[in-house]
């Protein structure tokens, strides 16, 4: 049996809780939001401009979504995948879910089988794979498949050809990080169009690679040196991957989160005091993604550990406005006084765990620290409803709505669960986009 057919068994075999769904309205709340935020943004003014200069189908149209979610860096994160499941999974189950007519709980129930997909197969490519391949992208499209599969009715065998379609179509390089390139949200675009149209042609009898994983050809061979491949199946009991996932509560690269949640607690200690020195202690994959003392632009700084933590030790706050050429020059001197180093426990609790700790010394020579095994926004730290409402509240204001528009509409969504009729949240985004 290949790991594939495996893998659909499990999620389709898992129960679904009324809790369950609520937790799918709740992410699917914070992606759309994040996705009006997105087109506000110089980044967004592009794909918008490129997506009115041609007629655009359904698919592409979540393409664009998935894009827009991902460009300010607010959207959700999977820890032990690495993964940002929300912007290539809801997208794709909103558009396909209005066009097909589903219902509430099924278009609910497919976000919950897409962020299965995605995550656990994101836990099995292993550490070694995200040094290169940005794992939003290359396992992405399994979890738009496997999403899509769902809301199309798809059989076993449809859906196992489906994801290996999806998982053929895998791809996406961290080289865009080097010059703050716009590719990354392009990873999250593609990753949920290629899904959607390999469980469409499934639905026509177009095959696909059963074991598109495991195989000798297969994505571990190609793209993984130290894969995983039991954590596909592992704990088929426990929680869907879904609540398991984190919300970022600040719009930065997440690796740099643990340290952020430190900073904002010297922030208060320090009162004012003048800093010295900033010592940041981390996991590997920090450093791997965020190693940039000197970012030259504000995507840059946003995978900054080093402005980061010196914009929140400042300002007590991490916000849009944290990442201008004005606050970049503002940390400056700061950031020349910090030095990172890669230490345990952070180093072997990741990627189950993402931590850090931030020591400071005044420059009168008081010594301040603070420390997090998971930080704000994780599972074992969530943000409450209320938290939730008021991101997604500002994010949609950001992106064009008024506060009347943007709390109704978060109503709507959080009261997906008990709706009969589902509202059409993917057309009402696109037609604000004045797109053919």
């Excluded at 009115?52 to 359904?58: K, M, P």
């Excluded at 900033?278 to 995978?303: H, M, S």
Aim: proline share 5%.
């Amino acid at each position: 049996m290949s790991l594939t057919k495996s893998l659909i068994e499990l999620i389709r075999s898992k129960p679904i809780s009324d809790g369950d769904l609520e937790s799918a309205a709740m992410f699917t709340l914070d992606s759309v939001a994040c996705a009006y935020a997105g087109t506000a943004t110089p980044v967004g003014d592009k794909l918008i401009a490129w997506a009115r200069s041609s007629e655009l189908d359904d698919k592409r149209r979540a393409m664009l979504m998935g894009a827009l979610t991902h460009i300010t860096e607010t959207d959700d994160l999977h820890r032990a995948s690495v993964t940002h499941p929300g912007c290539v999974v809801v997208p794709a189950t909103l558009s396909l879910g209005e066009r097909t007519g589903a219902s509430t709980h099924k278009i609910l129930s497919a976000i919950l089988h897409g962020y299965e997909a995605i995550c656990r197969i994101g836990a099995a490519v292993g550490p070694t794979h995200y040094k290169v391949w940005h794992n939003t992208a290359t396992c992405g499209p399994y979890g738009s498949a496997m999403a899509a599969a769902t809301l199309l009715d798809l059989d076993l065998e449809q859906t196992i050809h489906a994801l290996g379609n999806a998982g053929t179509q895998s791809s996406g390089f961290w080289q865009f990080i080097e010059t703050g390139a716009m590719s990354k949200h392009l990873h999250a675009g593609r990753a949920c169009e290629s899904g959607w149209i390999a469980a469409e042609l499934a639905a026509h009898g177009f095959t696909g690679p059963p074991q598109i994983l495991e195989g000798e050809k297969g994505m571990f061979a190609g793209m993984c040196i130290d894969p995983i491949p039991e954590a596909i199946l592992a704990n088929p009991n426990g929680r869907w991957q879904l609540p398991l996932t984190s919300i970022k509560p600040w719009p930065s690269c997440r690796h740099t989160h643990p340290a952020i949640d430190c900073a904002l607690e010297l922030h208060g200690q320090l009162n004012g005091a003048g800093i010295a020195k900033v010592d940041i202690l981390t996991y590997q994959a920090t450093l791997d993604v965020c190693d940039r003392p000197e970012p030259e632009n504000e995507y840059q700084a946003k995978f900054s550990l080093y402005h980061c933590v010196a914009i929140a030790l400042l300002d007590g706050e991490v916000k849009f406005h944290s990442f201008t050429e004005q606050a970049r020059e503002q940390t400056r001197e700061l950031r020349n006084a910090t030095t990172v180093q890669v230490v345990d426990p952070f180093a072997s609790n990741y990627p189950s765990s993402w931590g850090s700790r931030v020591r400071v010394t005044g420059t009168d020579g008081t010594k301040f620290s603070a420390e997090r095994k998971d930080c704000k926004g994780d599972p074992e730290l969530a943000l409450s409803e209320d938290e939730m409402r008021i991101k997604a509240s500002d994010l949609m204001q950001y992106g064009g709505l008024d506060e009347a528009a943007s709390q109704a509409l978060c109503e709507q969504i959080l009261s997906l669960p008990s709706s009969a009729n589902p509202p059409a949240l993917f057309s009402t985004f696109i037609d604000r986009l004045d797109i053919k």
